[in-house]
């Protein structure tokens, strides 16, 4: 099992940057796929990054692509999600996810809330226009 906990956000401008990070516990994070899923108030979770066990697979949500950026440090058991050129549309609680993984296996990418085994309790992006 793993236990995640999200930080980093905060208030920023349109246009401005923010880096999310989502440290983990446990000593198997490399063996976990990692995800990024937001949700604003009165919509439903939302897909926005994910990143497969050994970081060499990305995947972005049409949305985001090409502003965010996820990577991870699995030294440090911890993914980020660098946030640039913020827009209107981005404020959300954003959401850390975990997926247990076989490494062995063909790395499949995930976009699914319901595919994912753990998540964080979420850390507040707002932008001001």
């Known amino acids: 099992q793993v236990q995640l906990v999200e930080s980093g956000g905060g208030l920023v401008q349109a246009g401005g940057s923010l880096r999310l990070s989502c440290a983990a516990s446990?000593?198997?994070?490399?063996?976990?796929?990692m995800g990024w899923f937001r949700q604003a108030p009165g919509k439903e979770r939302e897909f926005v990054a994910t990143?497969?066990?050994?970081?060499?697979?990305?995947y972005y949500a049409d949305s985001v692509k090409g502003r965010f950026t996820i990577s991870r440090d699995n030294a440090k058991n911890t993914v980020y999600l660098q946030m640039n050129s913020l827009k209107p549309e981005d404020p959300a609680v954003y959401f850390c996810?975990?997926?247990?993984?076989?490494?062995?296996?063909?790395?499949?990418?995930?976009?699914?809330?319901?595919?994912?085994?753990?998540w964080g309790q979420g850390t507040q992006v707002t932008v001001s226009s």
């Open positions: 996810a975990a997926r247990k993984v076989n490494p062995s296996l063909t790395i499949r990418t995930r976009t699914l809330a319901s595919e994912y085994d753990y």
């Open positions: 446990g000593r198997t994070f490399s063996s976990y796929r």
């Open positions: 990143i497969s066990w050994s970081g060499g697979n990305t």
